[in-house]
């Protein structure tokens, strides 16, 4: 690739490289999180024995599943991203997700096809997986890559807009159903509609990718016979490796809590129903997402480490006292302030995520560096949040899970206490 075909960073170019970037970002993870999201009416069509906690507990082990096959996606396309290019990668992701989505809304359930179902259902599951392993590296190293030096922060920031944006579309498509449906067409076939919806906005998507233009870092490096080295990104850069999965493993891990486990939390311990949980969830989403750009913004003054300093010595302190007040609180806007007082702590983290990730990395093993540790970290402490969580409740102890967030969090600021300002000293220079 020529230096003439890749980005020229102007005002112009720069907003239509990140709105290009965003909009398929927010379908691949509107796309992912509609399992979620619709979990509470498929669990009985897919595992039809059992209690309501039981369903979940089966769904949310599929869930499981899915985070495991992300590291395999990742490791696949970030070194794909490091040597065919982000844009590359970035339209293969969202293609795979497109037929991951579609198979789910046309499987059976086990009513119909017995224990094929469910096996259909992980099967998919596990390639939206590797699409979305894929995703995250490839679209925070460009996103980042593009942003600019100045601004990097704030418009980076933008990927976890996107990521929240998708999980409240997702949400949203399943508030309007439950309004035009009756609750028995939504638990027969109304859960269906919100994938067939994500894989027609990903045919979108994958047309948008295709005309974006490659980053400049990714083309000055187009030469370098290690792009994409899983064995340079181990020997080189141990300590930023580590770096990733000891951040990771406590953000992602209350990230998934407070988004998607959420939902279930408040309809099956809280005692709100599954409308008031779905439309609680929604709102919390909304300033969540206002969130990402303000605090993307203020790392650009303070500091990435500052900010990470904030997410995890707040999430320590305010984890435990904020689970178990929501499990009791009986209205609506309570739980609502509750949640957000957590998530405006996990915003500091989420919001620069994707940067502090990307300058940890020079540009040939960035996209493999931003992806392989994130993806692991994220299948061992965030995909599975939400089968731990209702693990506990089932063994009746649904208060450990609110000691087990707390001390993930712990780990995850002693990590950042350690590590240096990437603002300052990481090795993303490119404008």
Same mark, same amino acid.
């Given at each position: %690739? ?18 290009? !970037? ?19 009416? #498929?669990?009985?069509? #897919?595992f039809?024995k059992?209690?309501?906690t039981?369903?979940?507990?089966q ?10 096959? +992300? ?7 970030? /070194? ?14 969202? !293609? %795979? %997700? ?26 998919? +599951? ?11 590296? $490839? ?10 030096q100045?601004?990097? =922060? ?7 807009v996107?990521?929240?944006?998708? @999980? ?9 159903? @439950?309004?035009?449906?009756s ?12 994938? *067939? &919806? ?7 998507a994958?047309?948008?990718?295709? /005309?974006? @233009?490659?980053?400049? $870092? ?10 994409g ?17 000891g ?11 407070y ?12 005692? #709100?129903?599954?409308d008031?949980?779905?439309? *609680? ?5 909304v300033?969540?997402?206002?969130? @990402? ?7 650009? /003054? ?11 010595? =707040? !999430? ?8 178990? /007040? ?16 957590? &998530?405006?702590?996990?915003? !500091?983290?989420?919001?620069?995520? =994707? ?10 093993? +960035? ?6 540790p994130?993806?692991v ?17 089932s $063994? ?7 000691v ?5 969090s ?7 206490l ?14």
């Amino acid at each position: %690739m020529s230096a003439a075909t890749a980005y020229d960073p102007t005002p112009l170019t720069r907003a239509g490289a990140i709105l290009g !970037a965003s909009a398929g970002n927010l379908v691949e993870w509107y796309d992912w999180y509609a399992y979620s999201a619709t979990a509470l009416y #498929f669990a009985p069509v #897919f595992f039809p024995k059992g209690n309501p906690t039981a369903q979940l507990l089966q769904t949310a082990a599929v869930f499981a599943v899915g985070f495991f096959a +992300r590291p395999v996606g990742a490791w696949i396309m970030g /070194r794909y991203a490091d040597r065919a290019g982000r844009k590359a990668a970035l339209t293969a992701s969202v !293609a %795979m %997700m497109c037929a991951a989505s579609l198979v789910i809304a046309a499987t059976p359930g086990a009513a119909q096809i017995g224990v094929a179902a469910p096996i259909i259902l992980m099967l998919a +599951r596990i390639f939206q997986g590797l699409s979305v392993g894929g995703e995250y590296g $490839a679209s925070a190293t460009y996103m980042s890559e593009v942003a600019g030096q100045r601004h990097r =922060g704030f418009w980076s920031s933008f990927n976890y807009v996107t990521v929240i944006g998708g @999980q409240l579309i997702a949400l949203s498509v399943v508030i309007v159903l @439950q309004h035009l449906l009756s609750p028995a067409d939504m638990a027969s076939w109304g859960w269906r509609i919100p994938f *067939i &919806v994500g894989a027609a906005l990903a045919l979108v998507a994958f047309w948008l990718r295709r /005309r974006l @233009q490659e980053s400049r $870092a990714f083309v000055s490096t187009t030469a370098s016979p290690e792009r994409g080295s899983t064995r340079r990104l181990l020997e080189q850069y141990p300590r930023e490796t580590l770096t990733i999965l000891g951040l990771t493993s406590g953000g992602s891990m209350l990230f998934y809590v407070y988004t998607t486990y959420m939902q279930k939390f408040l309809s099956n311990t809280a005692g #709100f129903s599954k409308d008031q949980a779905t439309e *609680i969830s929604a709102a919390t989403l909304v300033a969540f997402m206002i969130a @990402q750009p303000l605090c993307g913004w203020l790392s650009d /003054r303070i500091g990435r480490r500052a900010m990470l300093l904030i997410a995890f010595g =707040g !999430a320590t302190l305010v984890t435990w006292p904020v689970l178990s /007040r929501i499990a009791v609180v009986k209205s609506m806007p309570g739980a609502f302030l509750l949640i957000m007082l957590a &998530v405006l702590c996990e915003s !500091a983290y989420t919001s620069i995520s =994707g940067v502090v990730k990307a300058e940890l990395f020079p540009s040939t093993v +960035r996209s493999l560096g931003v992806a392989l540790p994130y993806a692991v970290a994220n299948a061992a402490f965030g995909g599975t949040a939400e089968y731990v969580a209702l693990w506990f409740k089932s $063994a009746g102890l649904e208060s450990g899970f609110y000691v087990y967030a707390s001390v993930l969090s712990a780990g995850s600021f002693l990590v950042a206490l350690t590590m240096q300002d990437t603002r300052l000293h990481g090795r993303m220079h490119e404008d």
